[in-house]
């Protein structure tokens, strides 16, 4: 199949082809190219505006380097799996600060770009959207049948008894027919402390049916290291009395001189706060504030 009869069968022409010129035919299949590229371009606009991702983020900008411990094979894994045309189930699990949000917003962009409708949101916001909403199940049958949800931040919300049951239909509704995506700080075993022990069980049973589980190390514990990696690079030092000594202040003042602090900076400005004595307050300048 020639591309012009590619494109003339997706706009469900039914006119002949035969009596083009081959110049006419040149200039049909141009054409209709660029109304397939503009009609694509308007499908992603509409859908990245109503998928509750508030801040584009893509797989390209993640730091795998952040993190020694992330599972990055498993995850490549999974990215190479057809997860959207193969109904699957993705759990991130692991403490703030790993990447968790970062990866699952990625994933979302990306299943957008392809032109698949996606719902990102916390479950806070899915708690309200349901007590809000005006039929209940109007709003379990929207949330089901949305070809990619991701439930962000499960773990940090509690659901009532009647906002649980509701969750629990969304995700059984889902369970082998589209692809759900969470992540949590809690292991699957402490979800009891976000929904009864039934629900618990009932929830984690249907994301098991072509799920992946991958459990996040790392968290606080990379960012302060990273931190101490800078503090070397900029030669502060902190002896065993608690003392920080500084040897070029102007690195240090440098290095806290934008709006906008980066993450290493934040950390390092945190565990000079912990070892500051009267003598190192010459260390703290007028950014430490916003850390």
């Keep these: 199949m020639t591309r012009l009869s590619e494109l003339w069968s997706s706009f469900h022409l ?25 009609r694509l371009a308007k499908k992603i606009s509409y859908l990245l505006a109503r998928s509750g991702i508030k801040r584009v983020k893509t797989l390209g900008e993640f730091d795998w380097k952040f993190n020694p411990k ?69 709003a379990i049958d929207f949330y089901a049948k949305v070809p990619v949800l991701c439930l962000d931040e499960v773990g940090y919300a509690f659901p009532s008894k009647d906002q649980a049951d509701a969750i629990f239909q969304i995700i059984a509704k889902r369970a082998e027919a589209k692809t759900t995506i969470m992540t949590t700080n809690l292991i699957p075993s402490q979800w009891n402390k976000v929904f009864d022990a039934t629900t618990a069980t009932a929830i984690l049973d249907r994301l098991t049916m072509n799920g992946t ?50 993450a290493e900076v934040r950390q390092t ?11 190192g ?3 703290m300048t007028p950014n430490t504030h916003t850390c």
């Design 70 to 138: 992330l599972p990055r094979e498993r995850i490549m894994e999974f990215m190479t799996h057809p997860w959207l045309k193969e109904p699957c189930n993705l759990v991130l699990i692991g403490p703030a600060g790993v990447g968790k949000t970062h990866l699952a917003q990625a994933l979302c962009h990306d299943a957008v770009m392809k032109g698949h409708q996606t719902m990102f949101l916390s479950l806070f916001d899915l708690m309200a959207r349901i007590e809000k909403a005006k039929s209940l199940y109007s």
């Design 14 to 38: 039914l006119s002949d082809q035969s009596p083009f010129s081959p110049d006419e035919r040149v200039f049909l299949e141009r054409f209709l190219e660029e109304e397939e590229r503009l």
């Design 269 to 279: 400005q945190q565990i000079l706060r912990r070892h500051m004595t009267q003598n």
């Design 213 to 262: 589980f991958l459990k996040w190390m790392g968290g606080r514990i990379a960012a302060e290291s990273k931190a101490r990696g800078l503090m070397r690079k900029i030669k502060i030092e902190i002896n065993k009395k608690g003392e920080v000594r500084l040897e070029d202040q102007a690195q240090w003042v440098a290095a806290t001189s934008g709006r906008v602090l980066s």
């Design 281 to 283: 307050n010459l260390l």
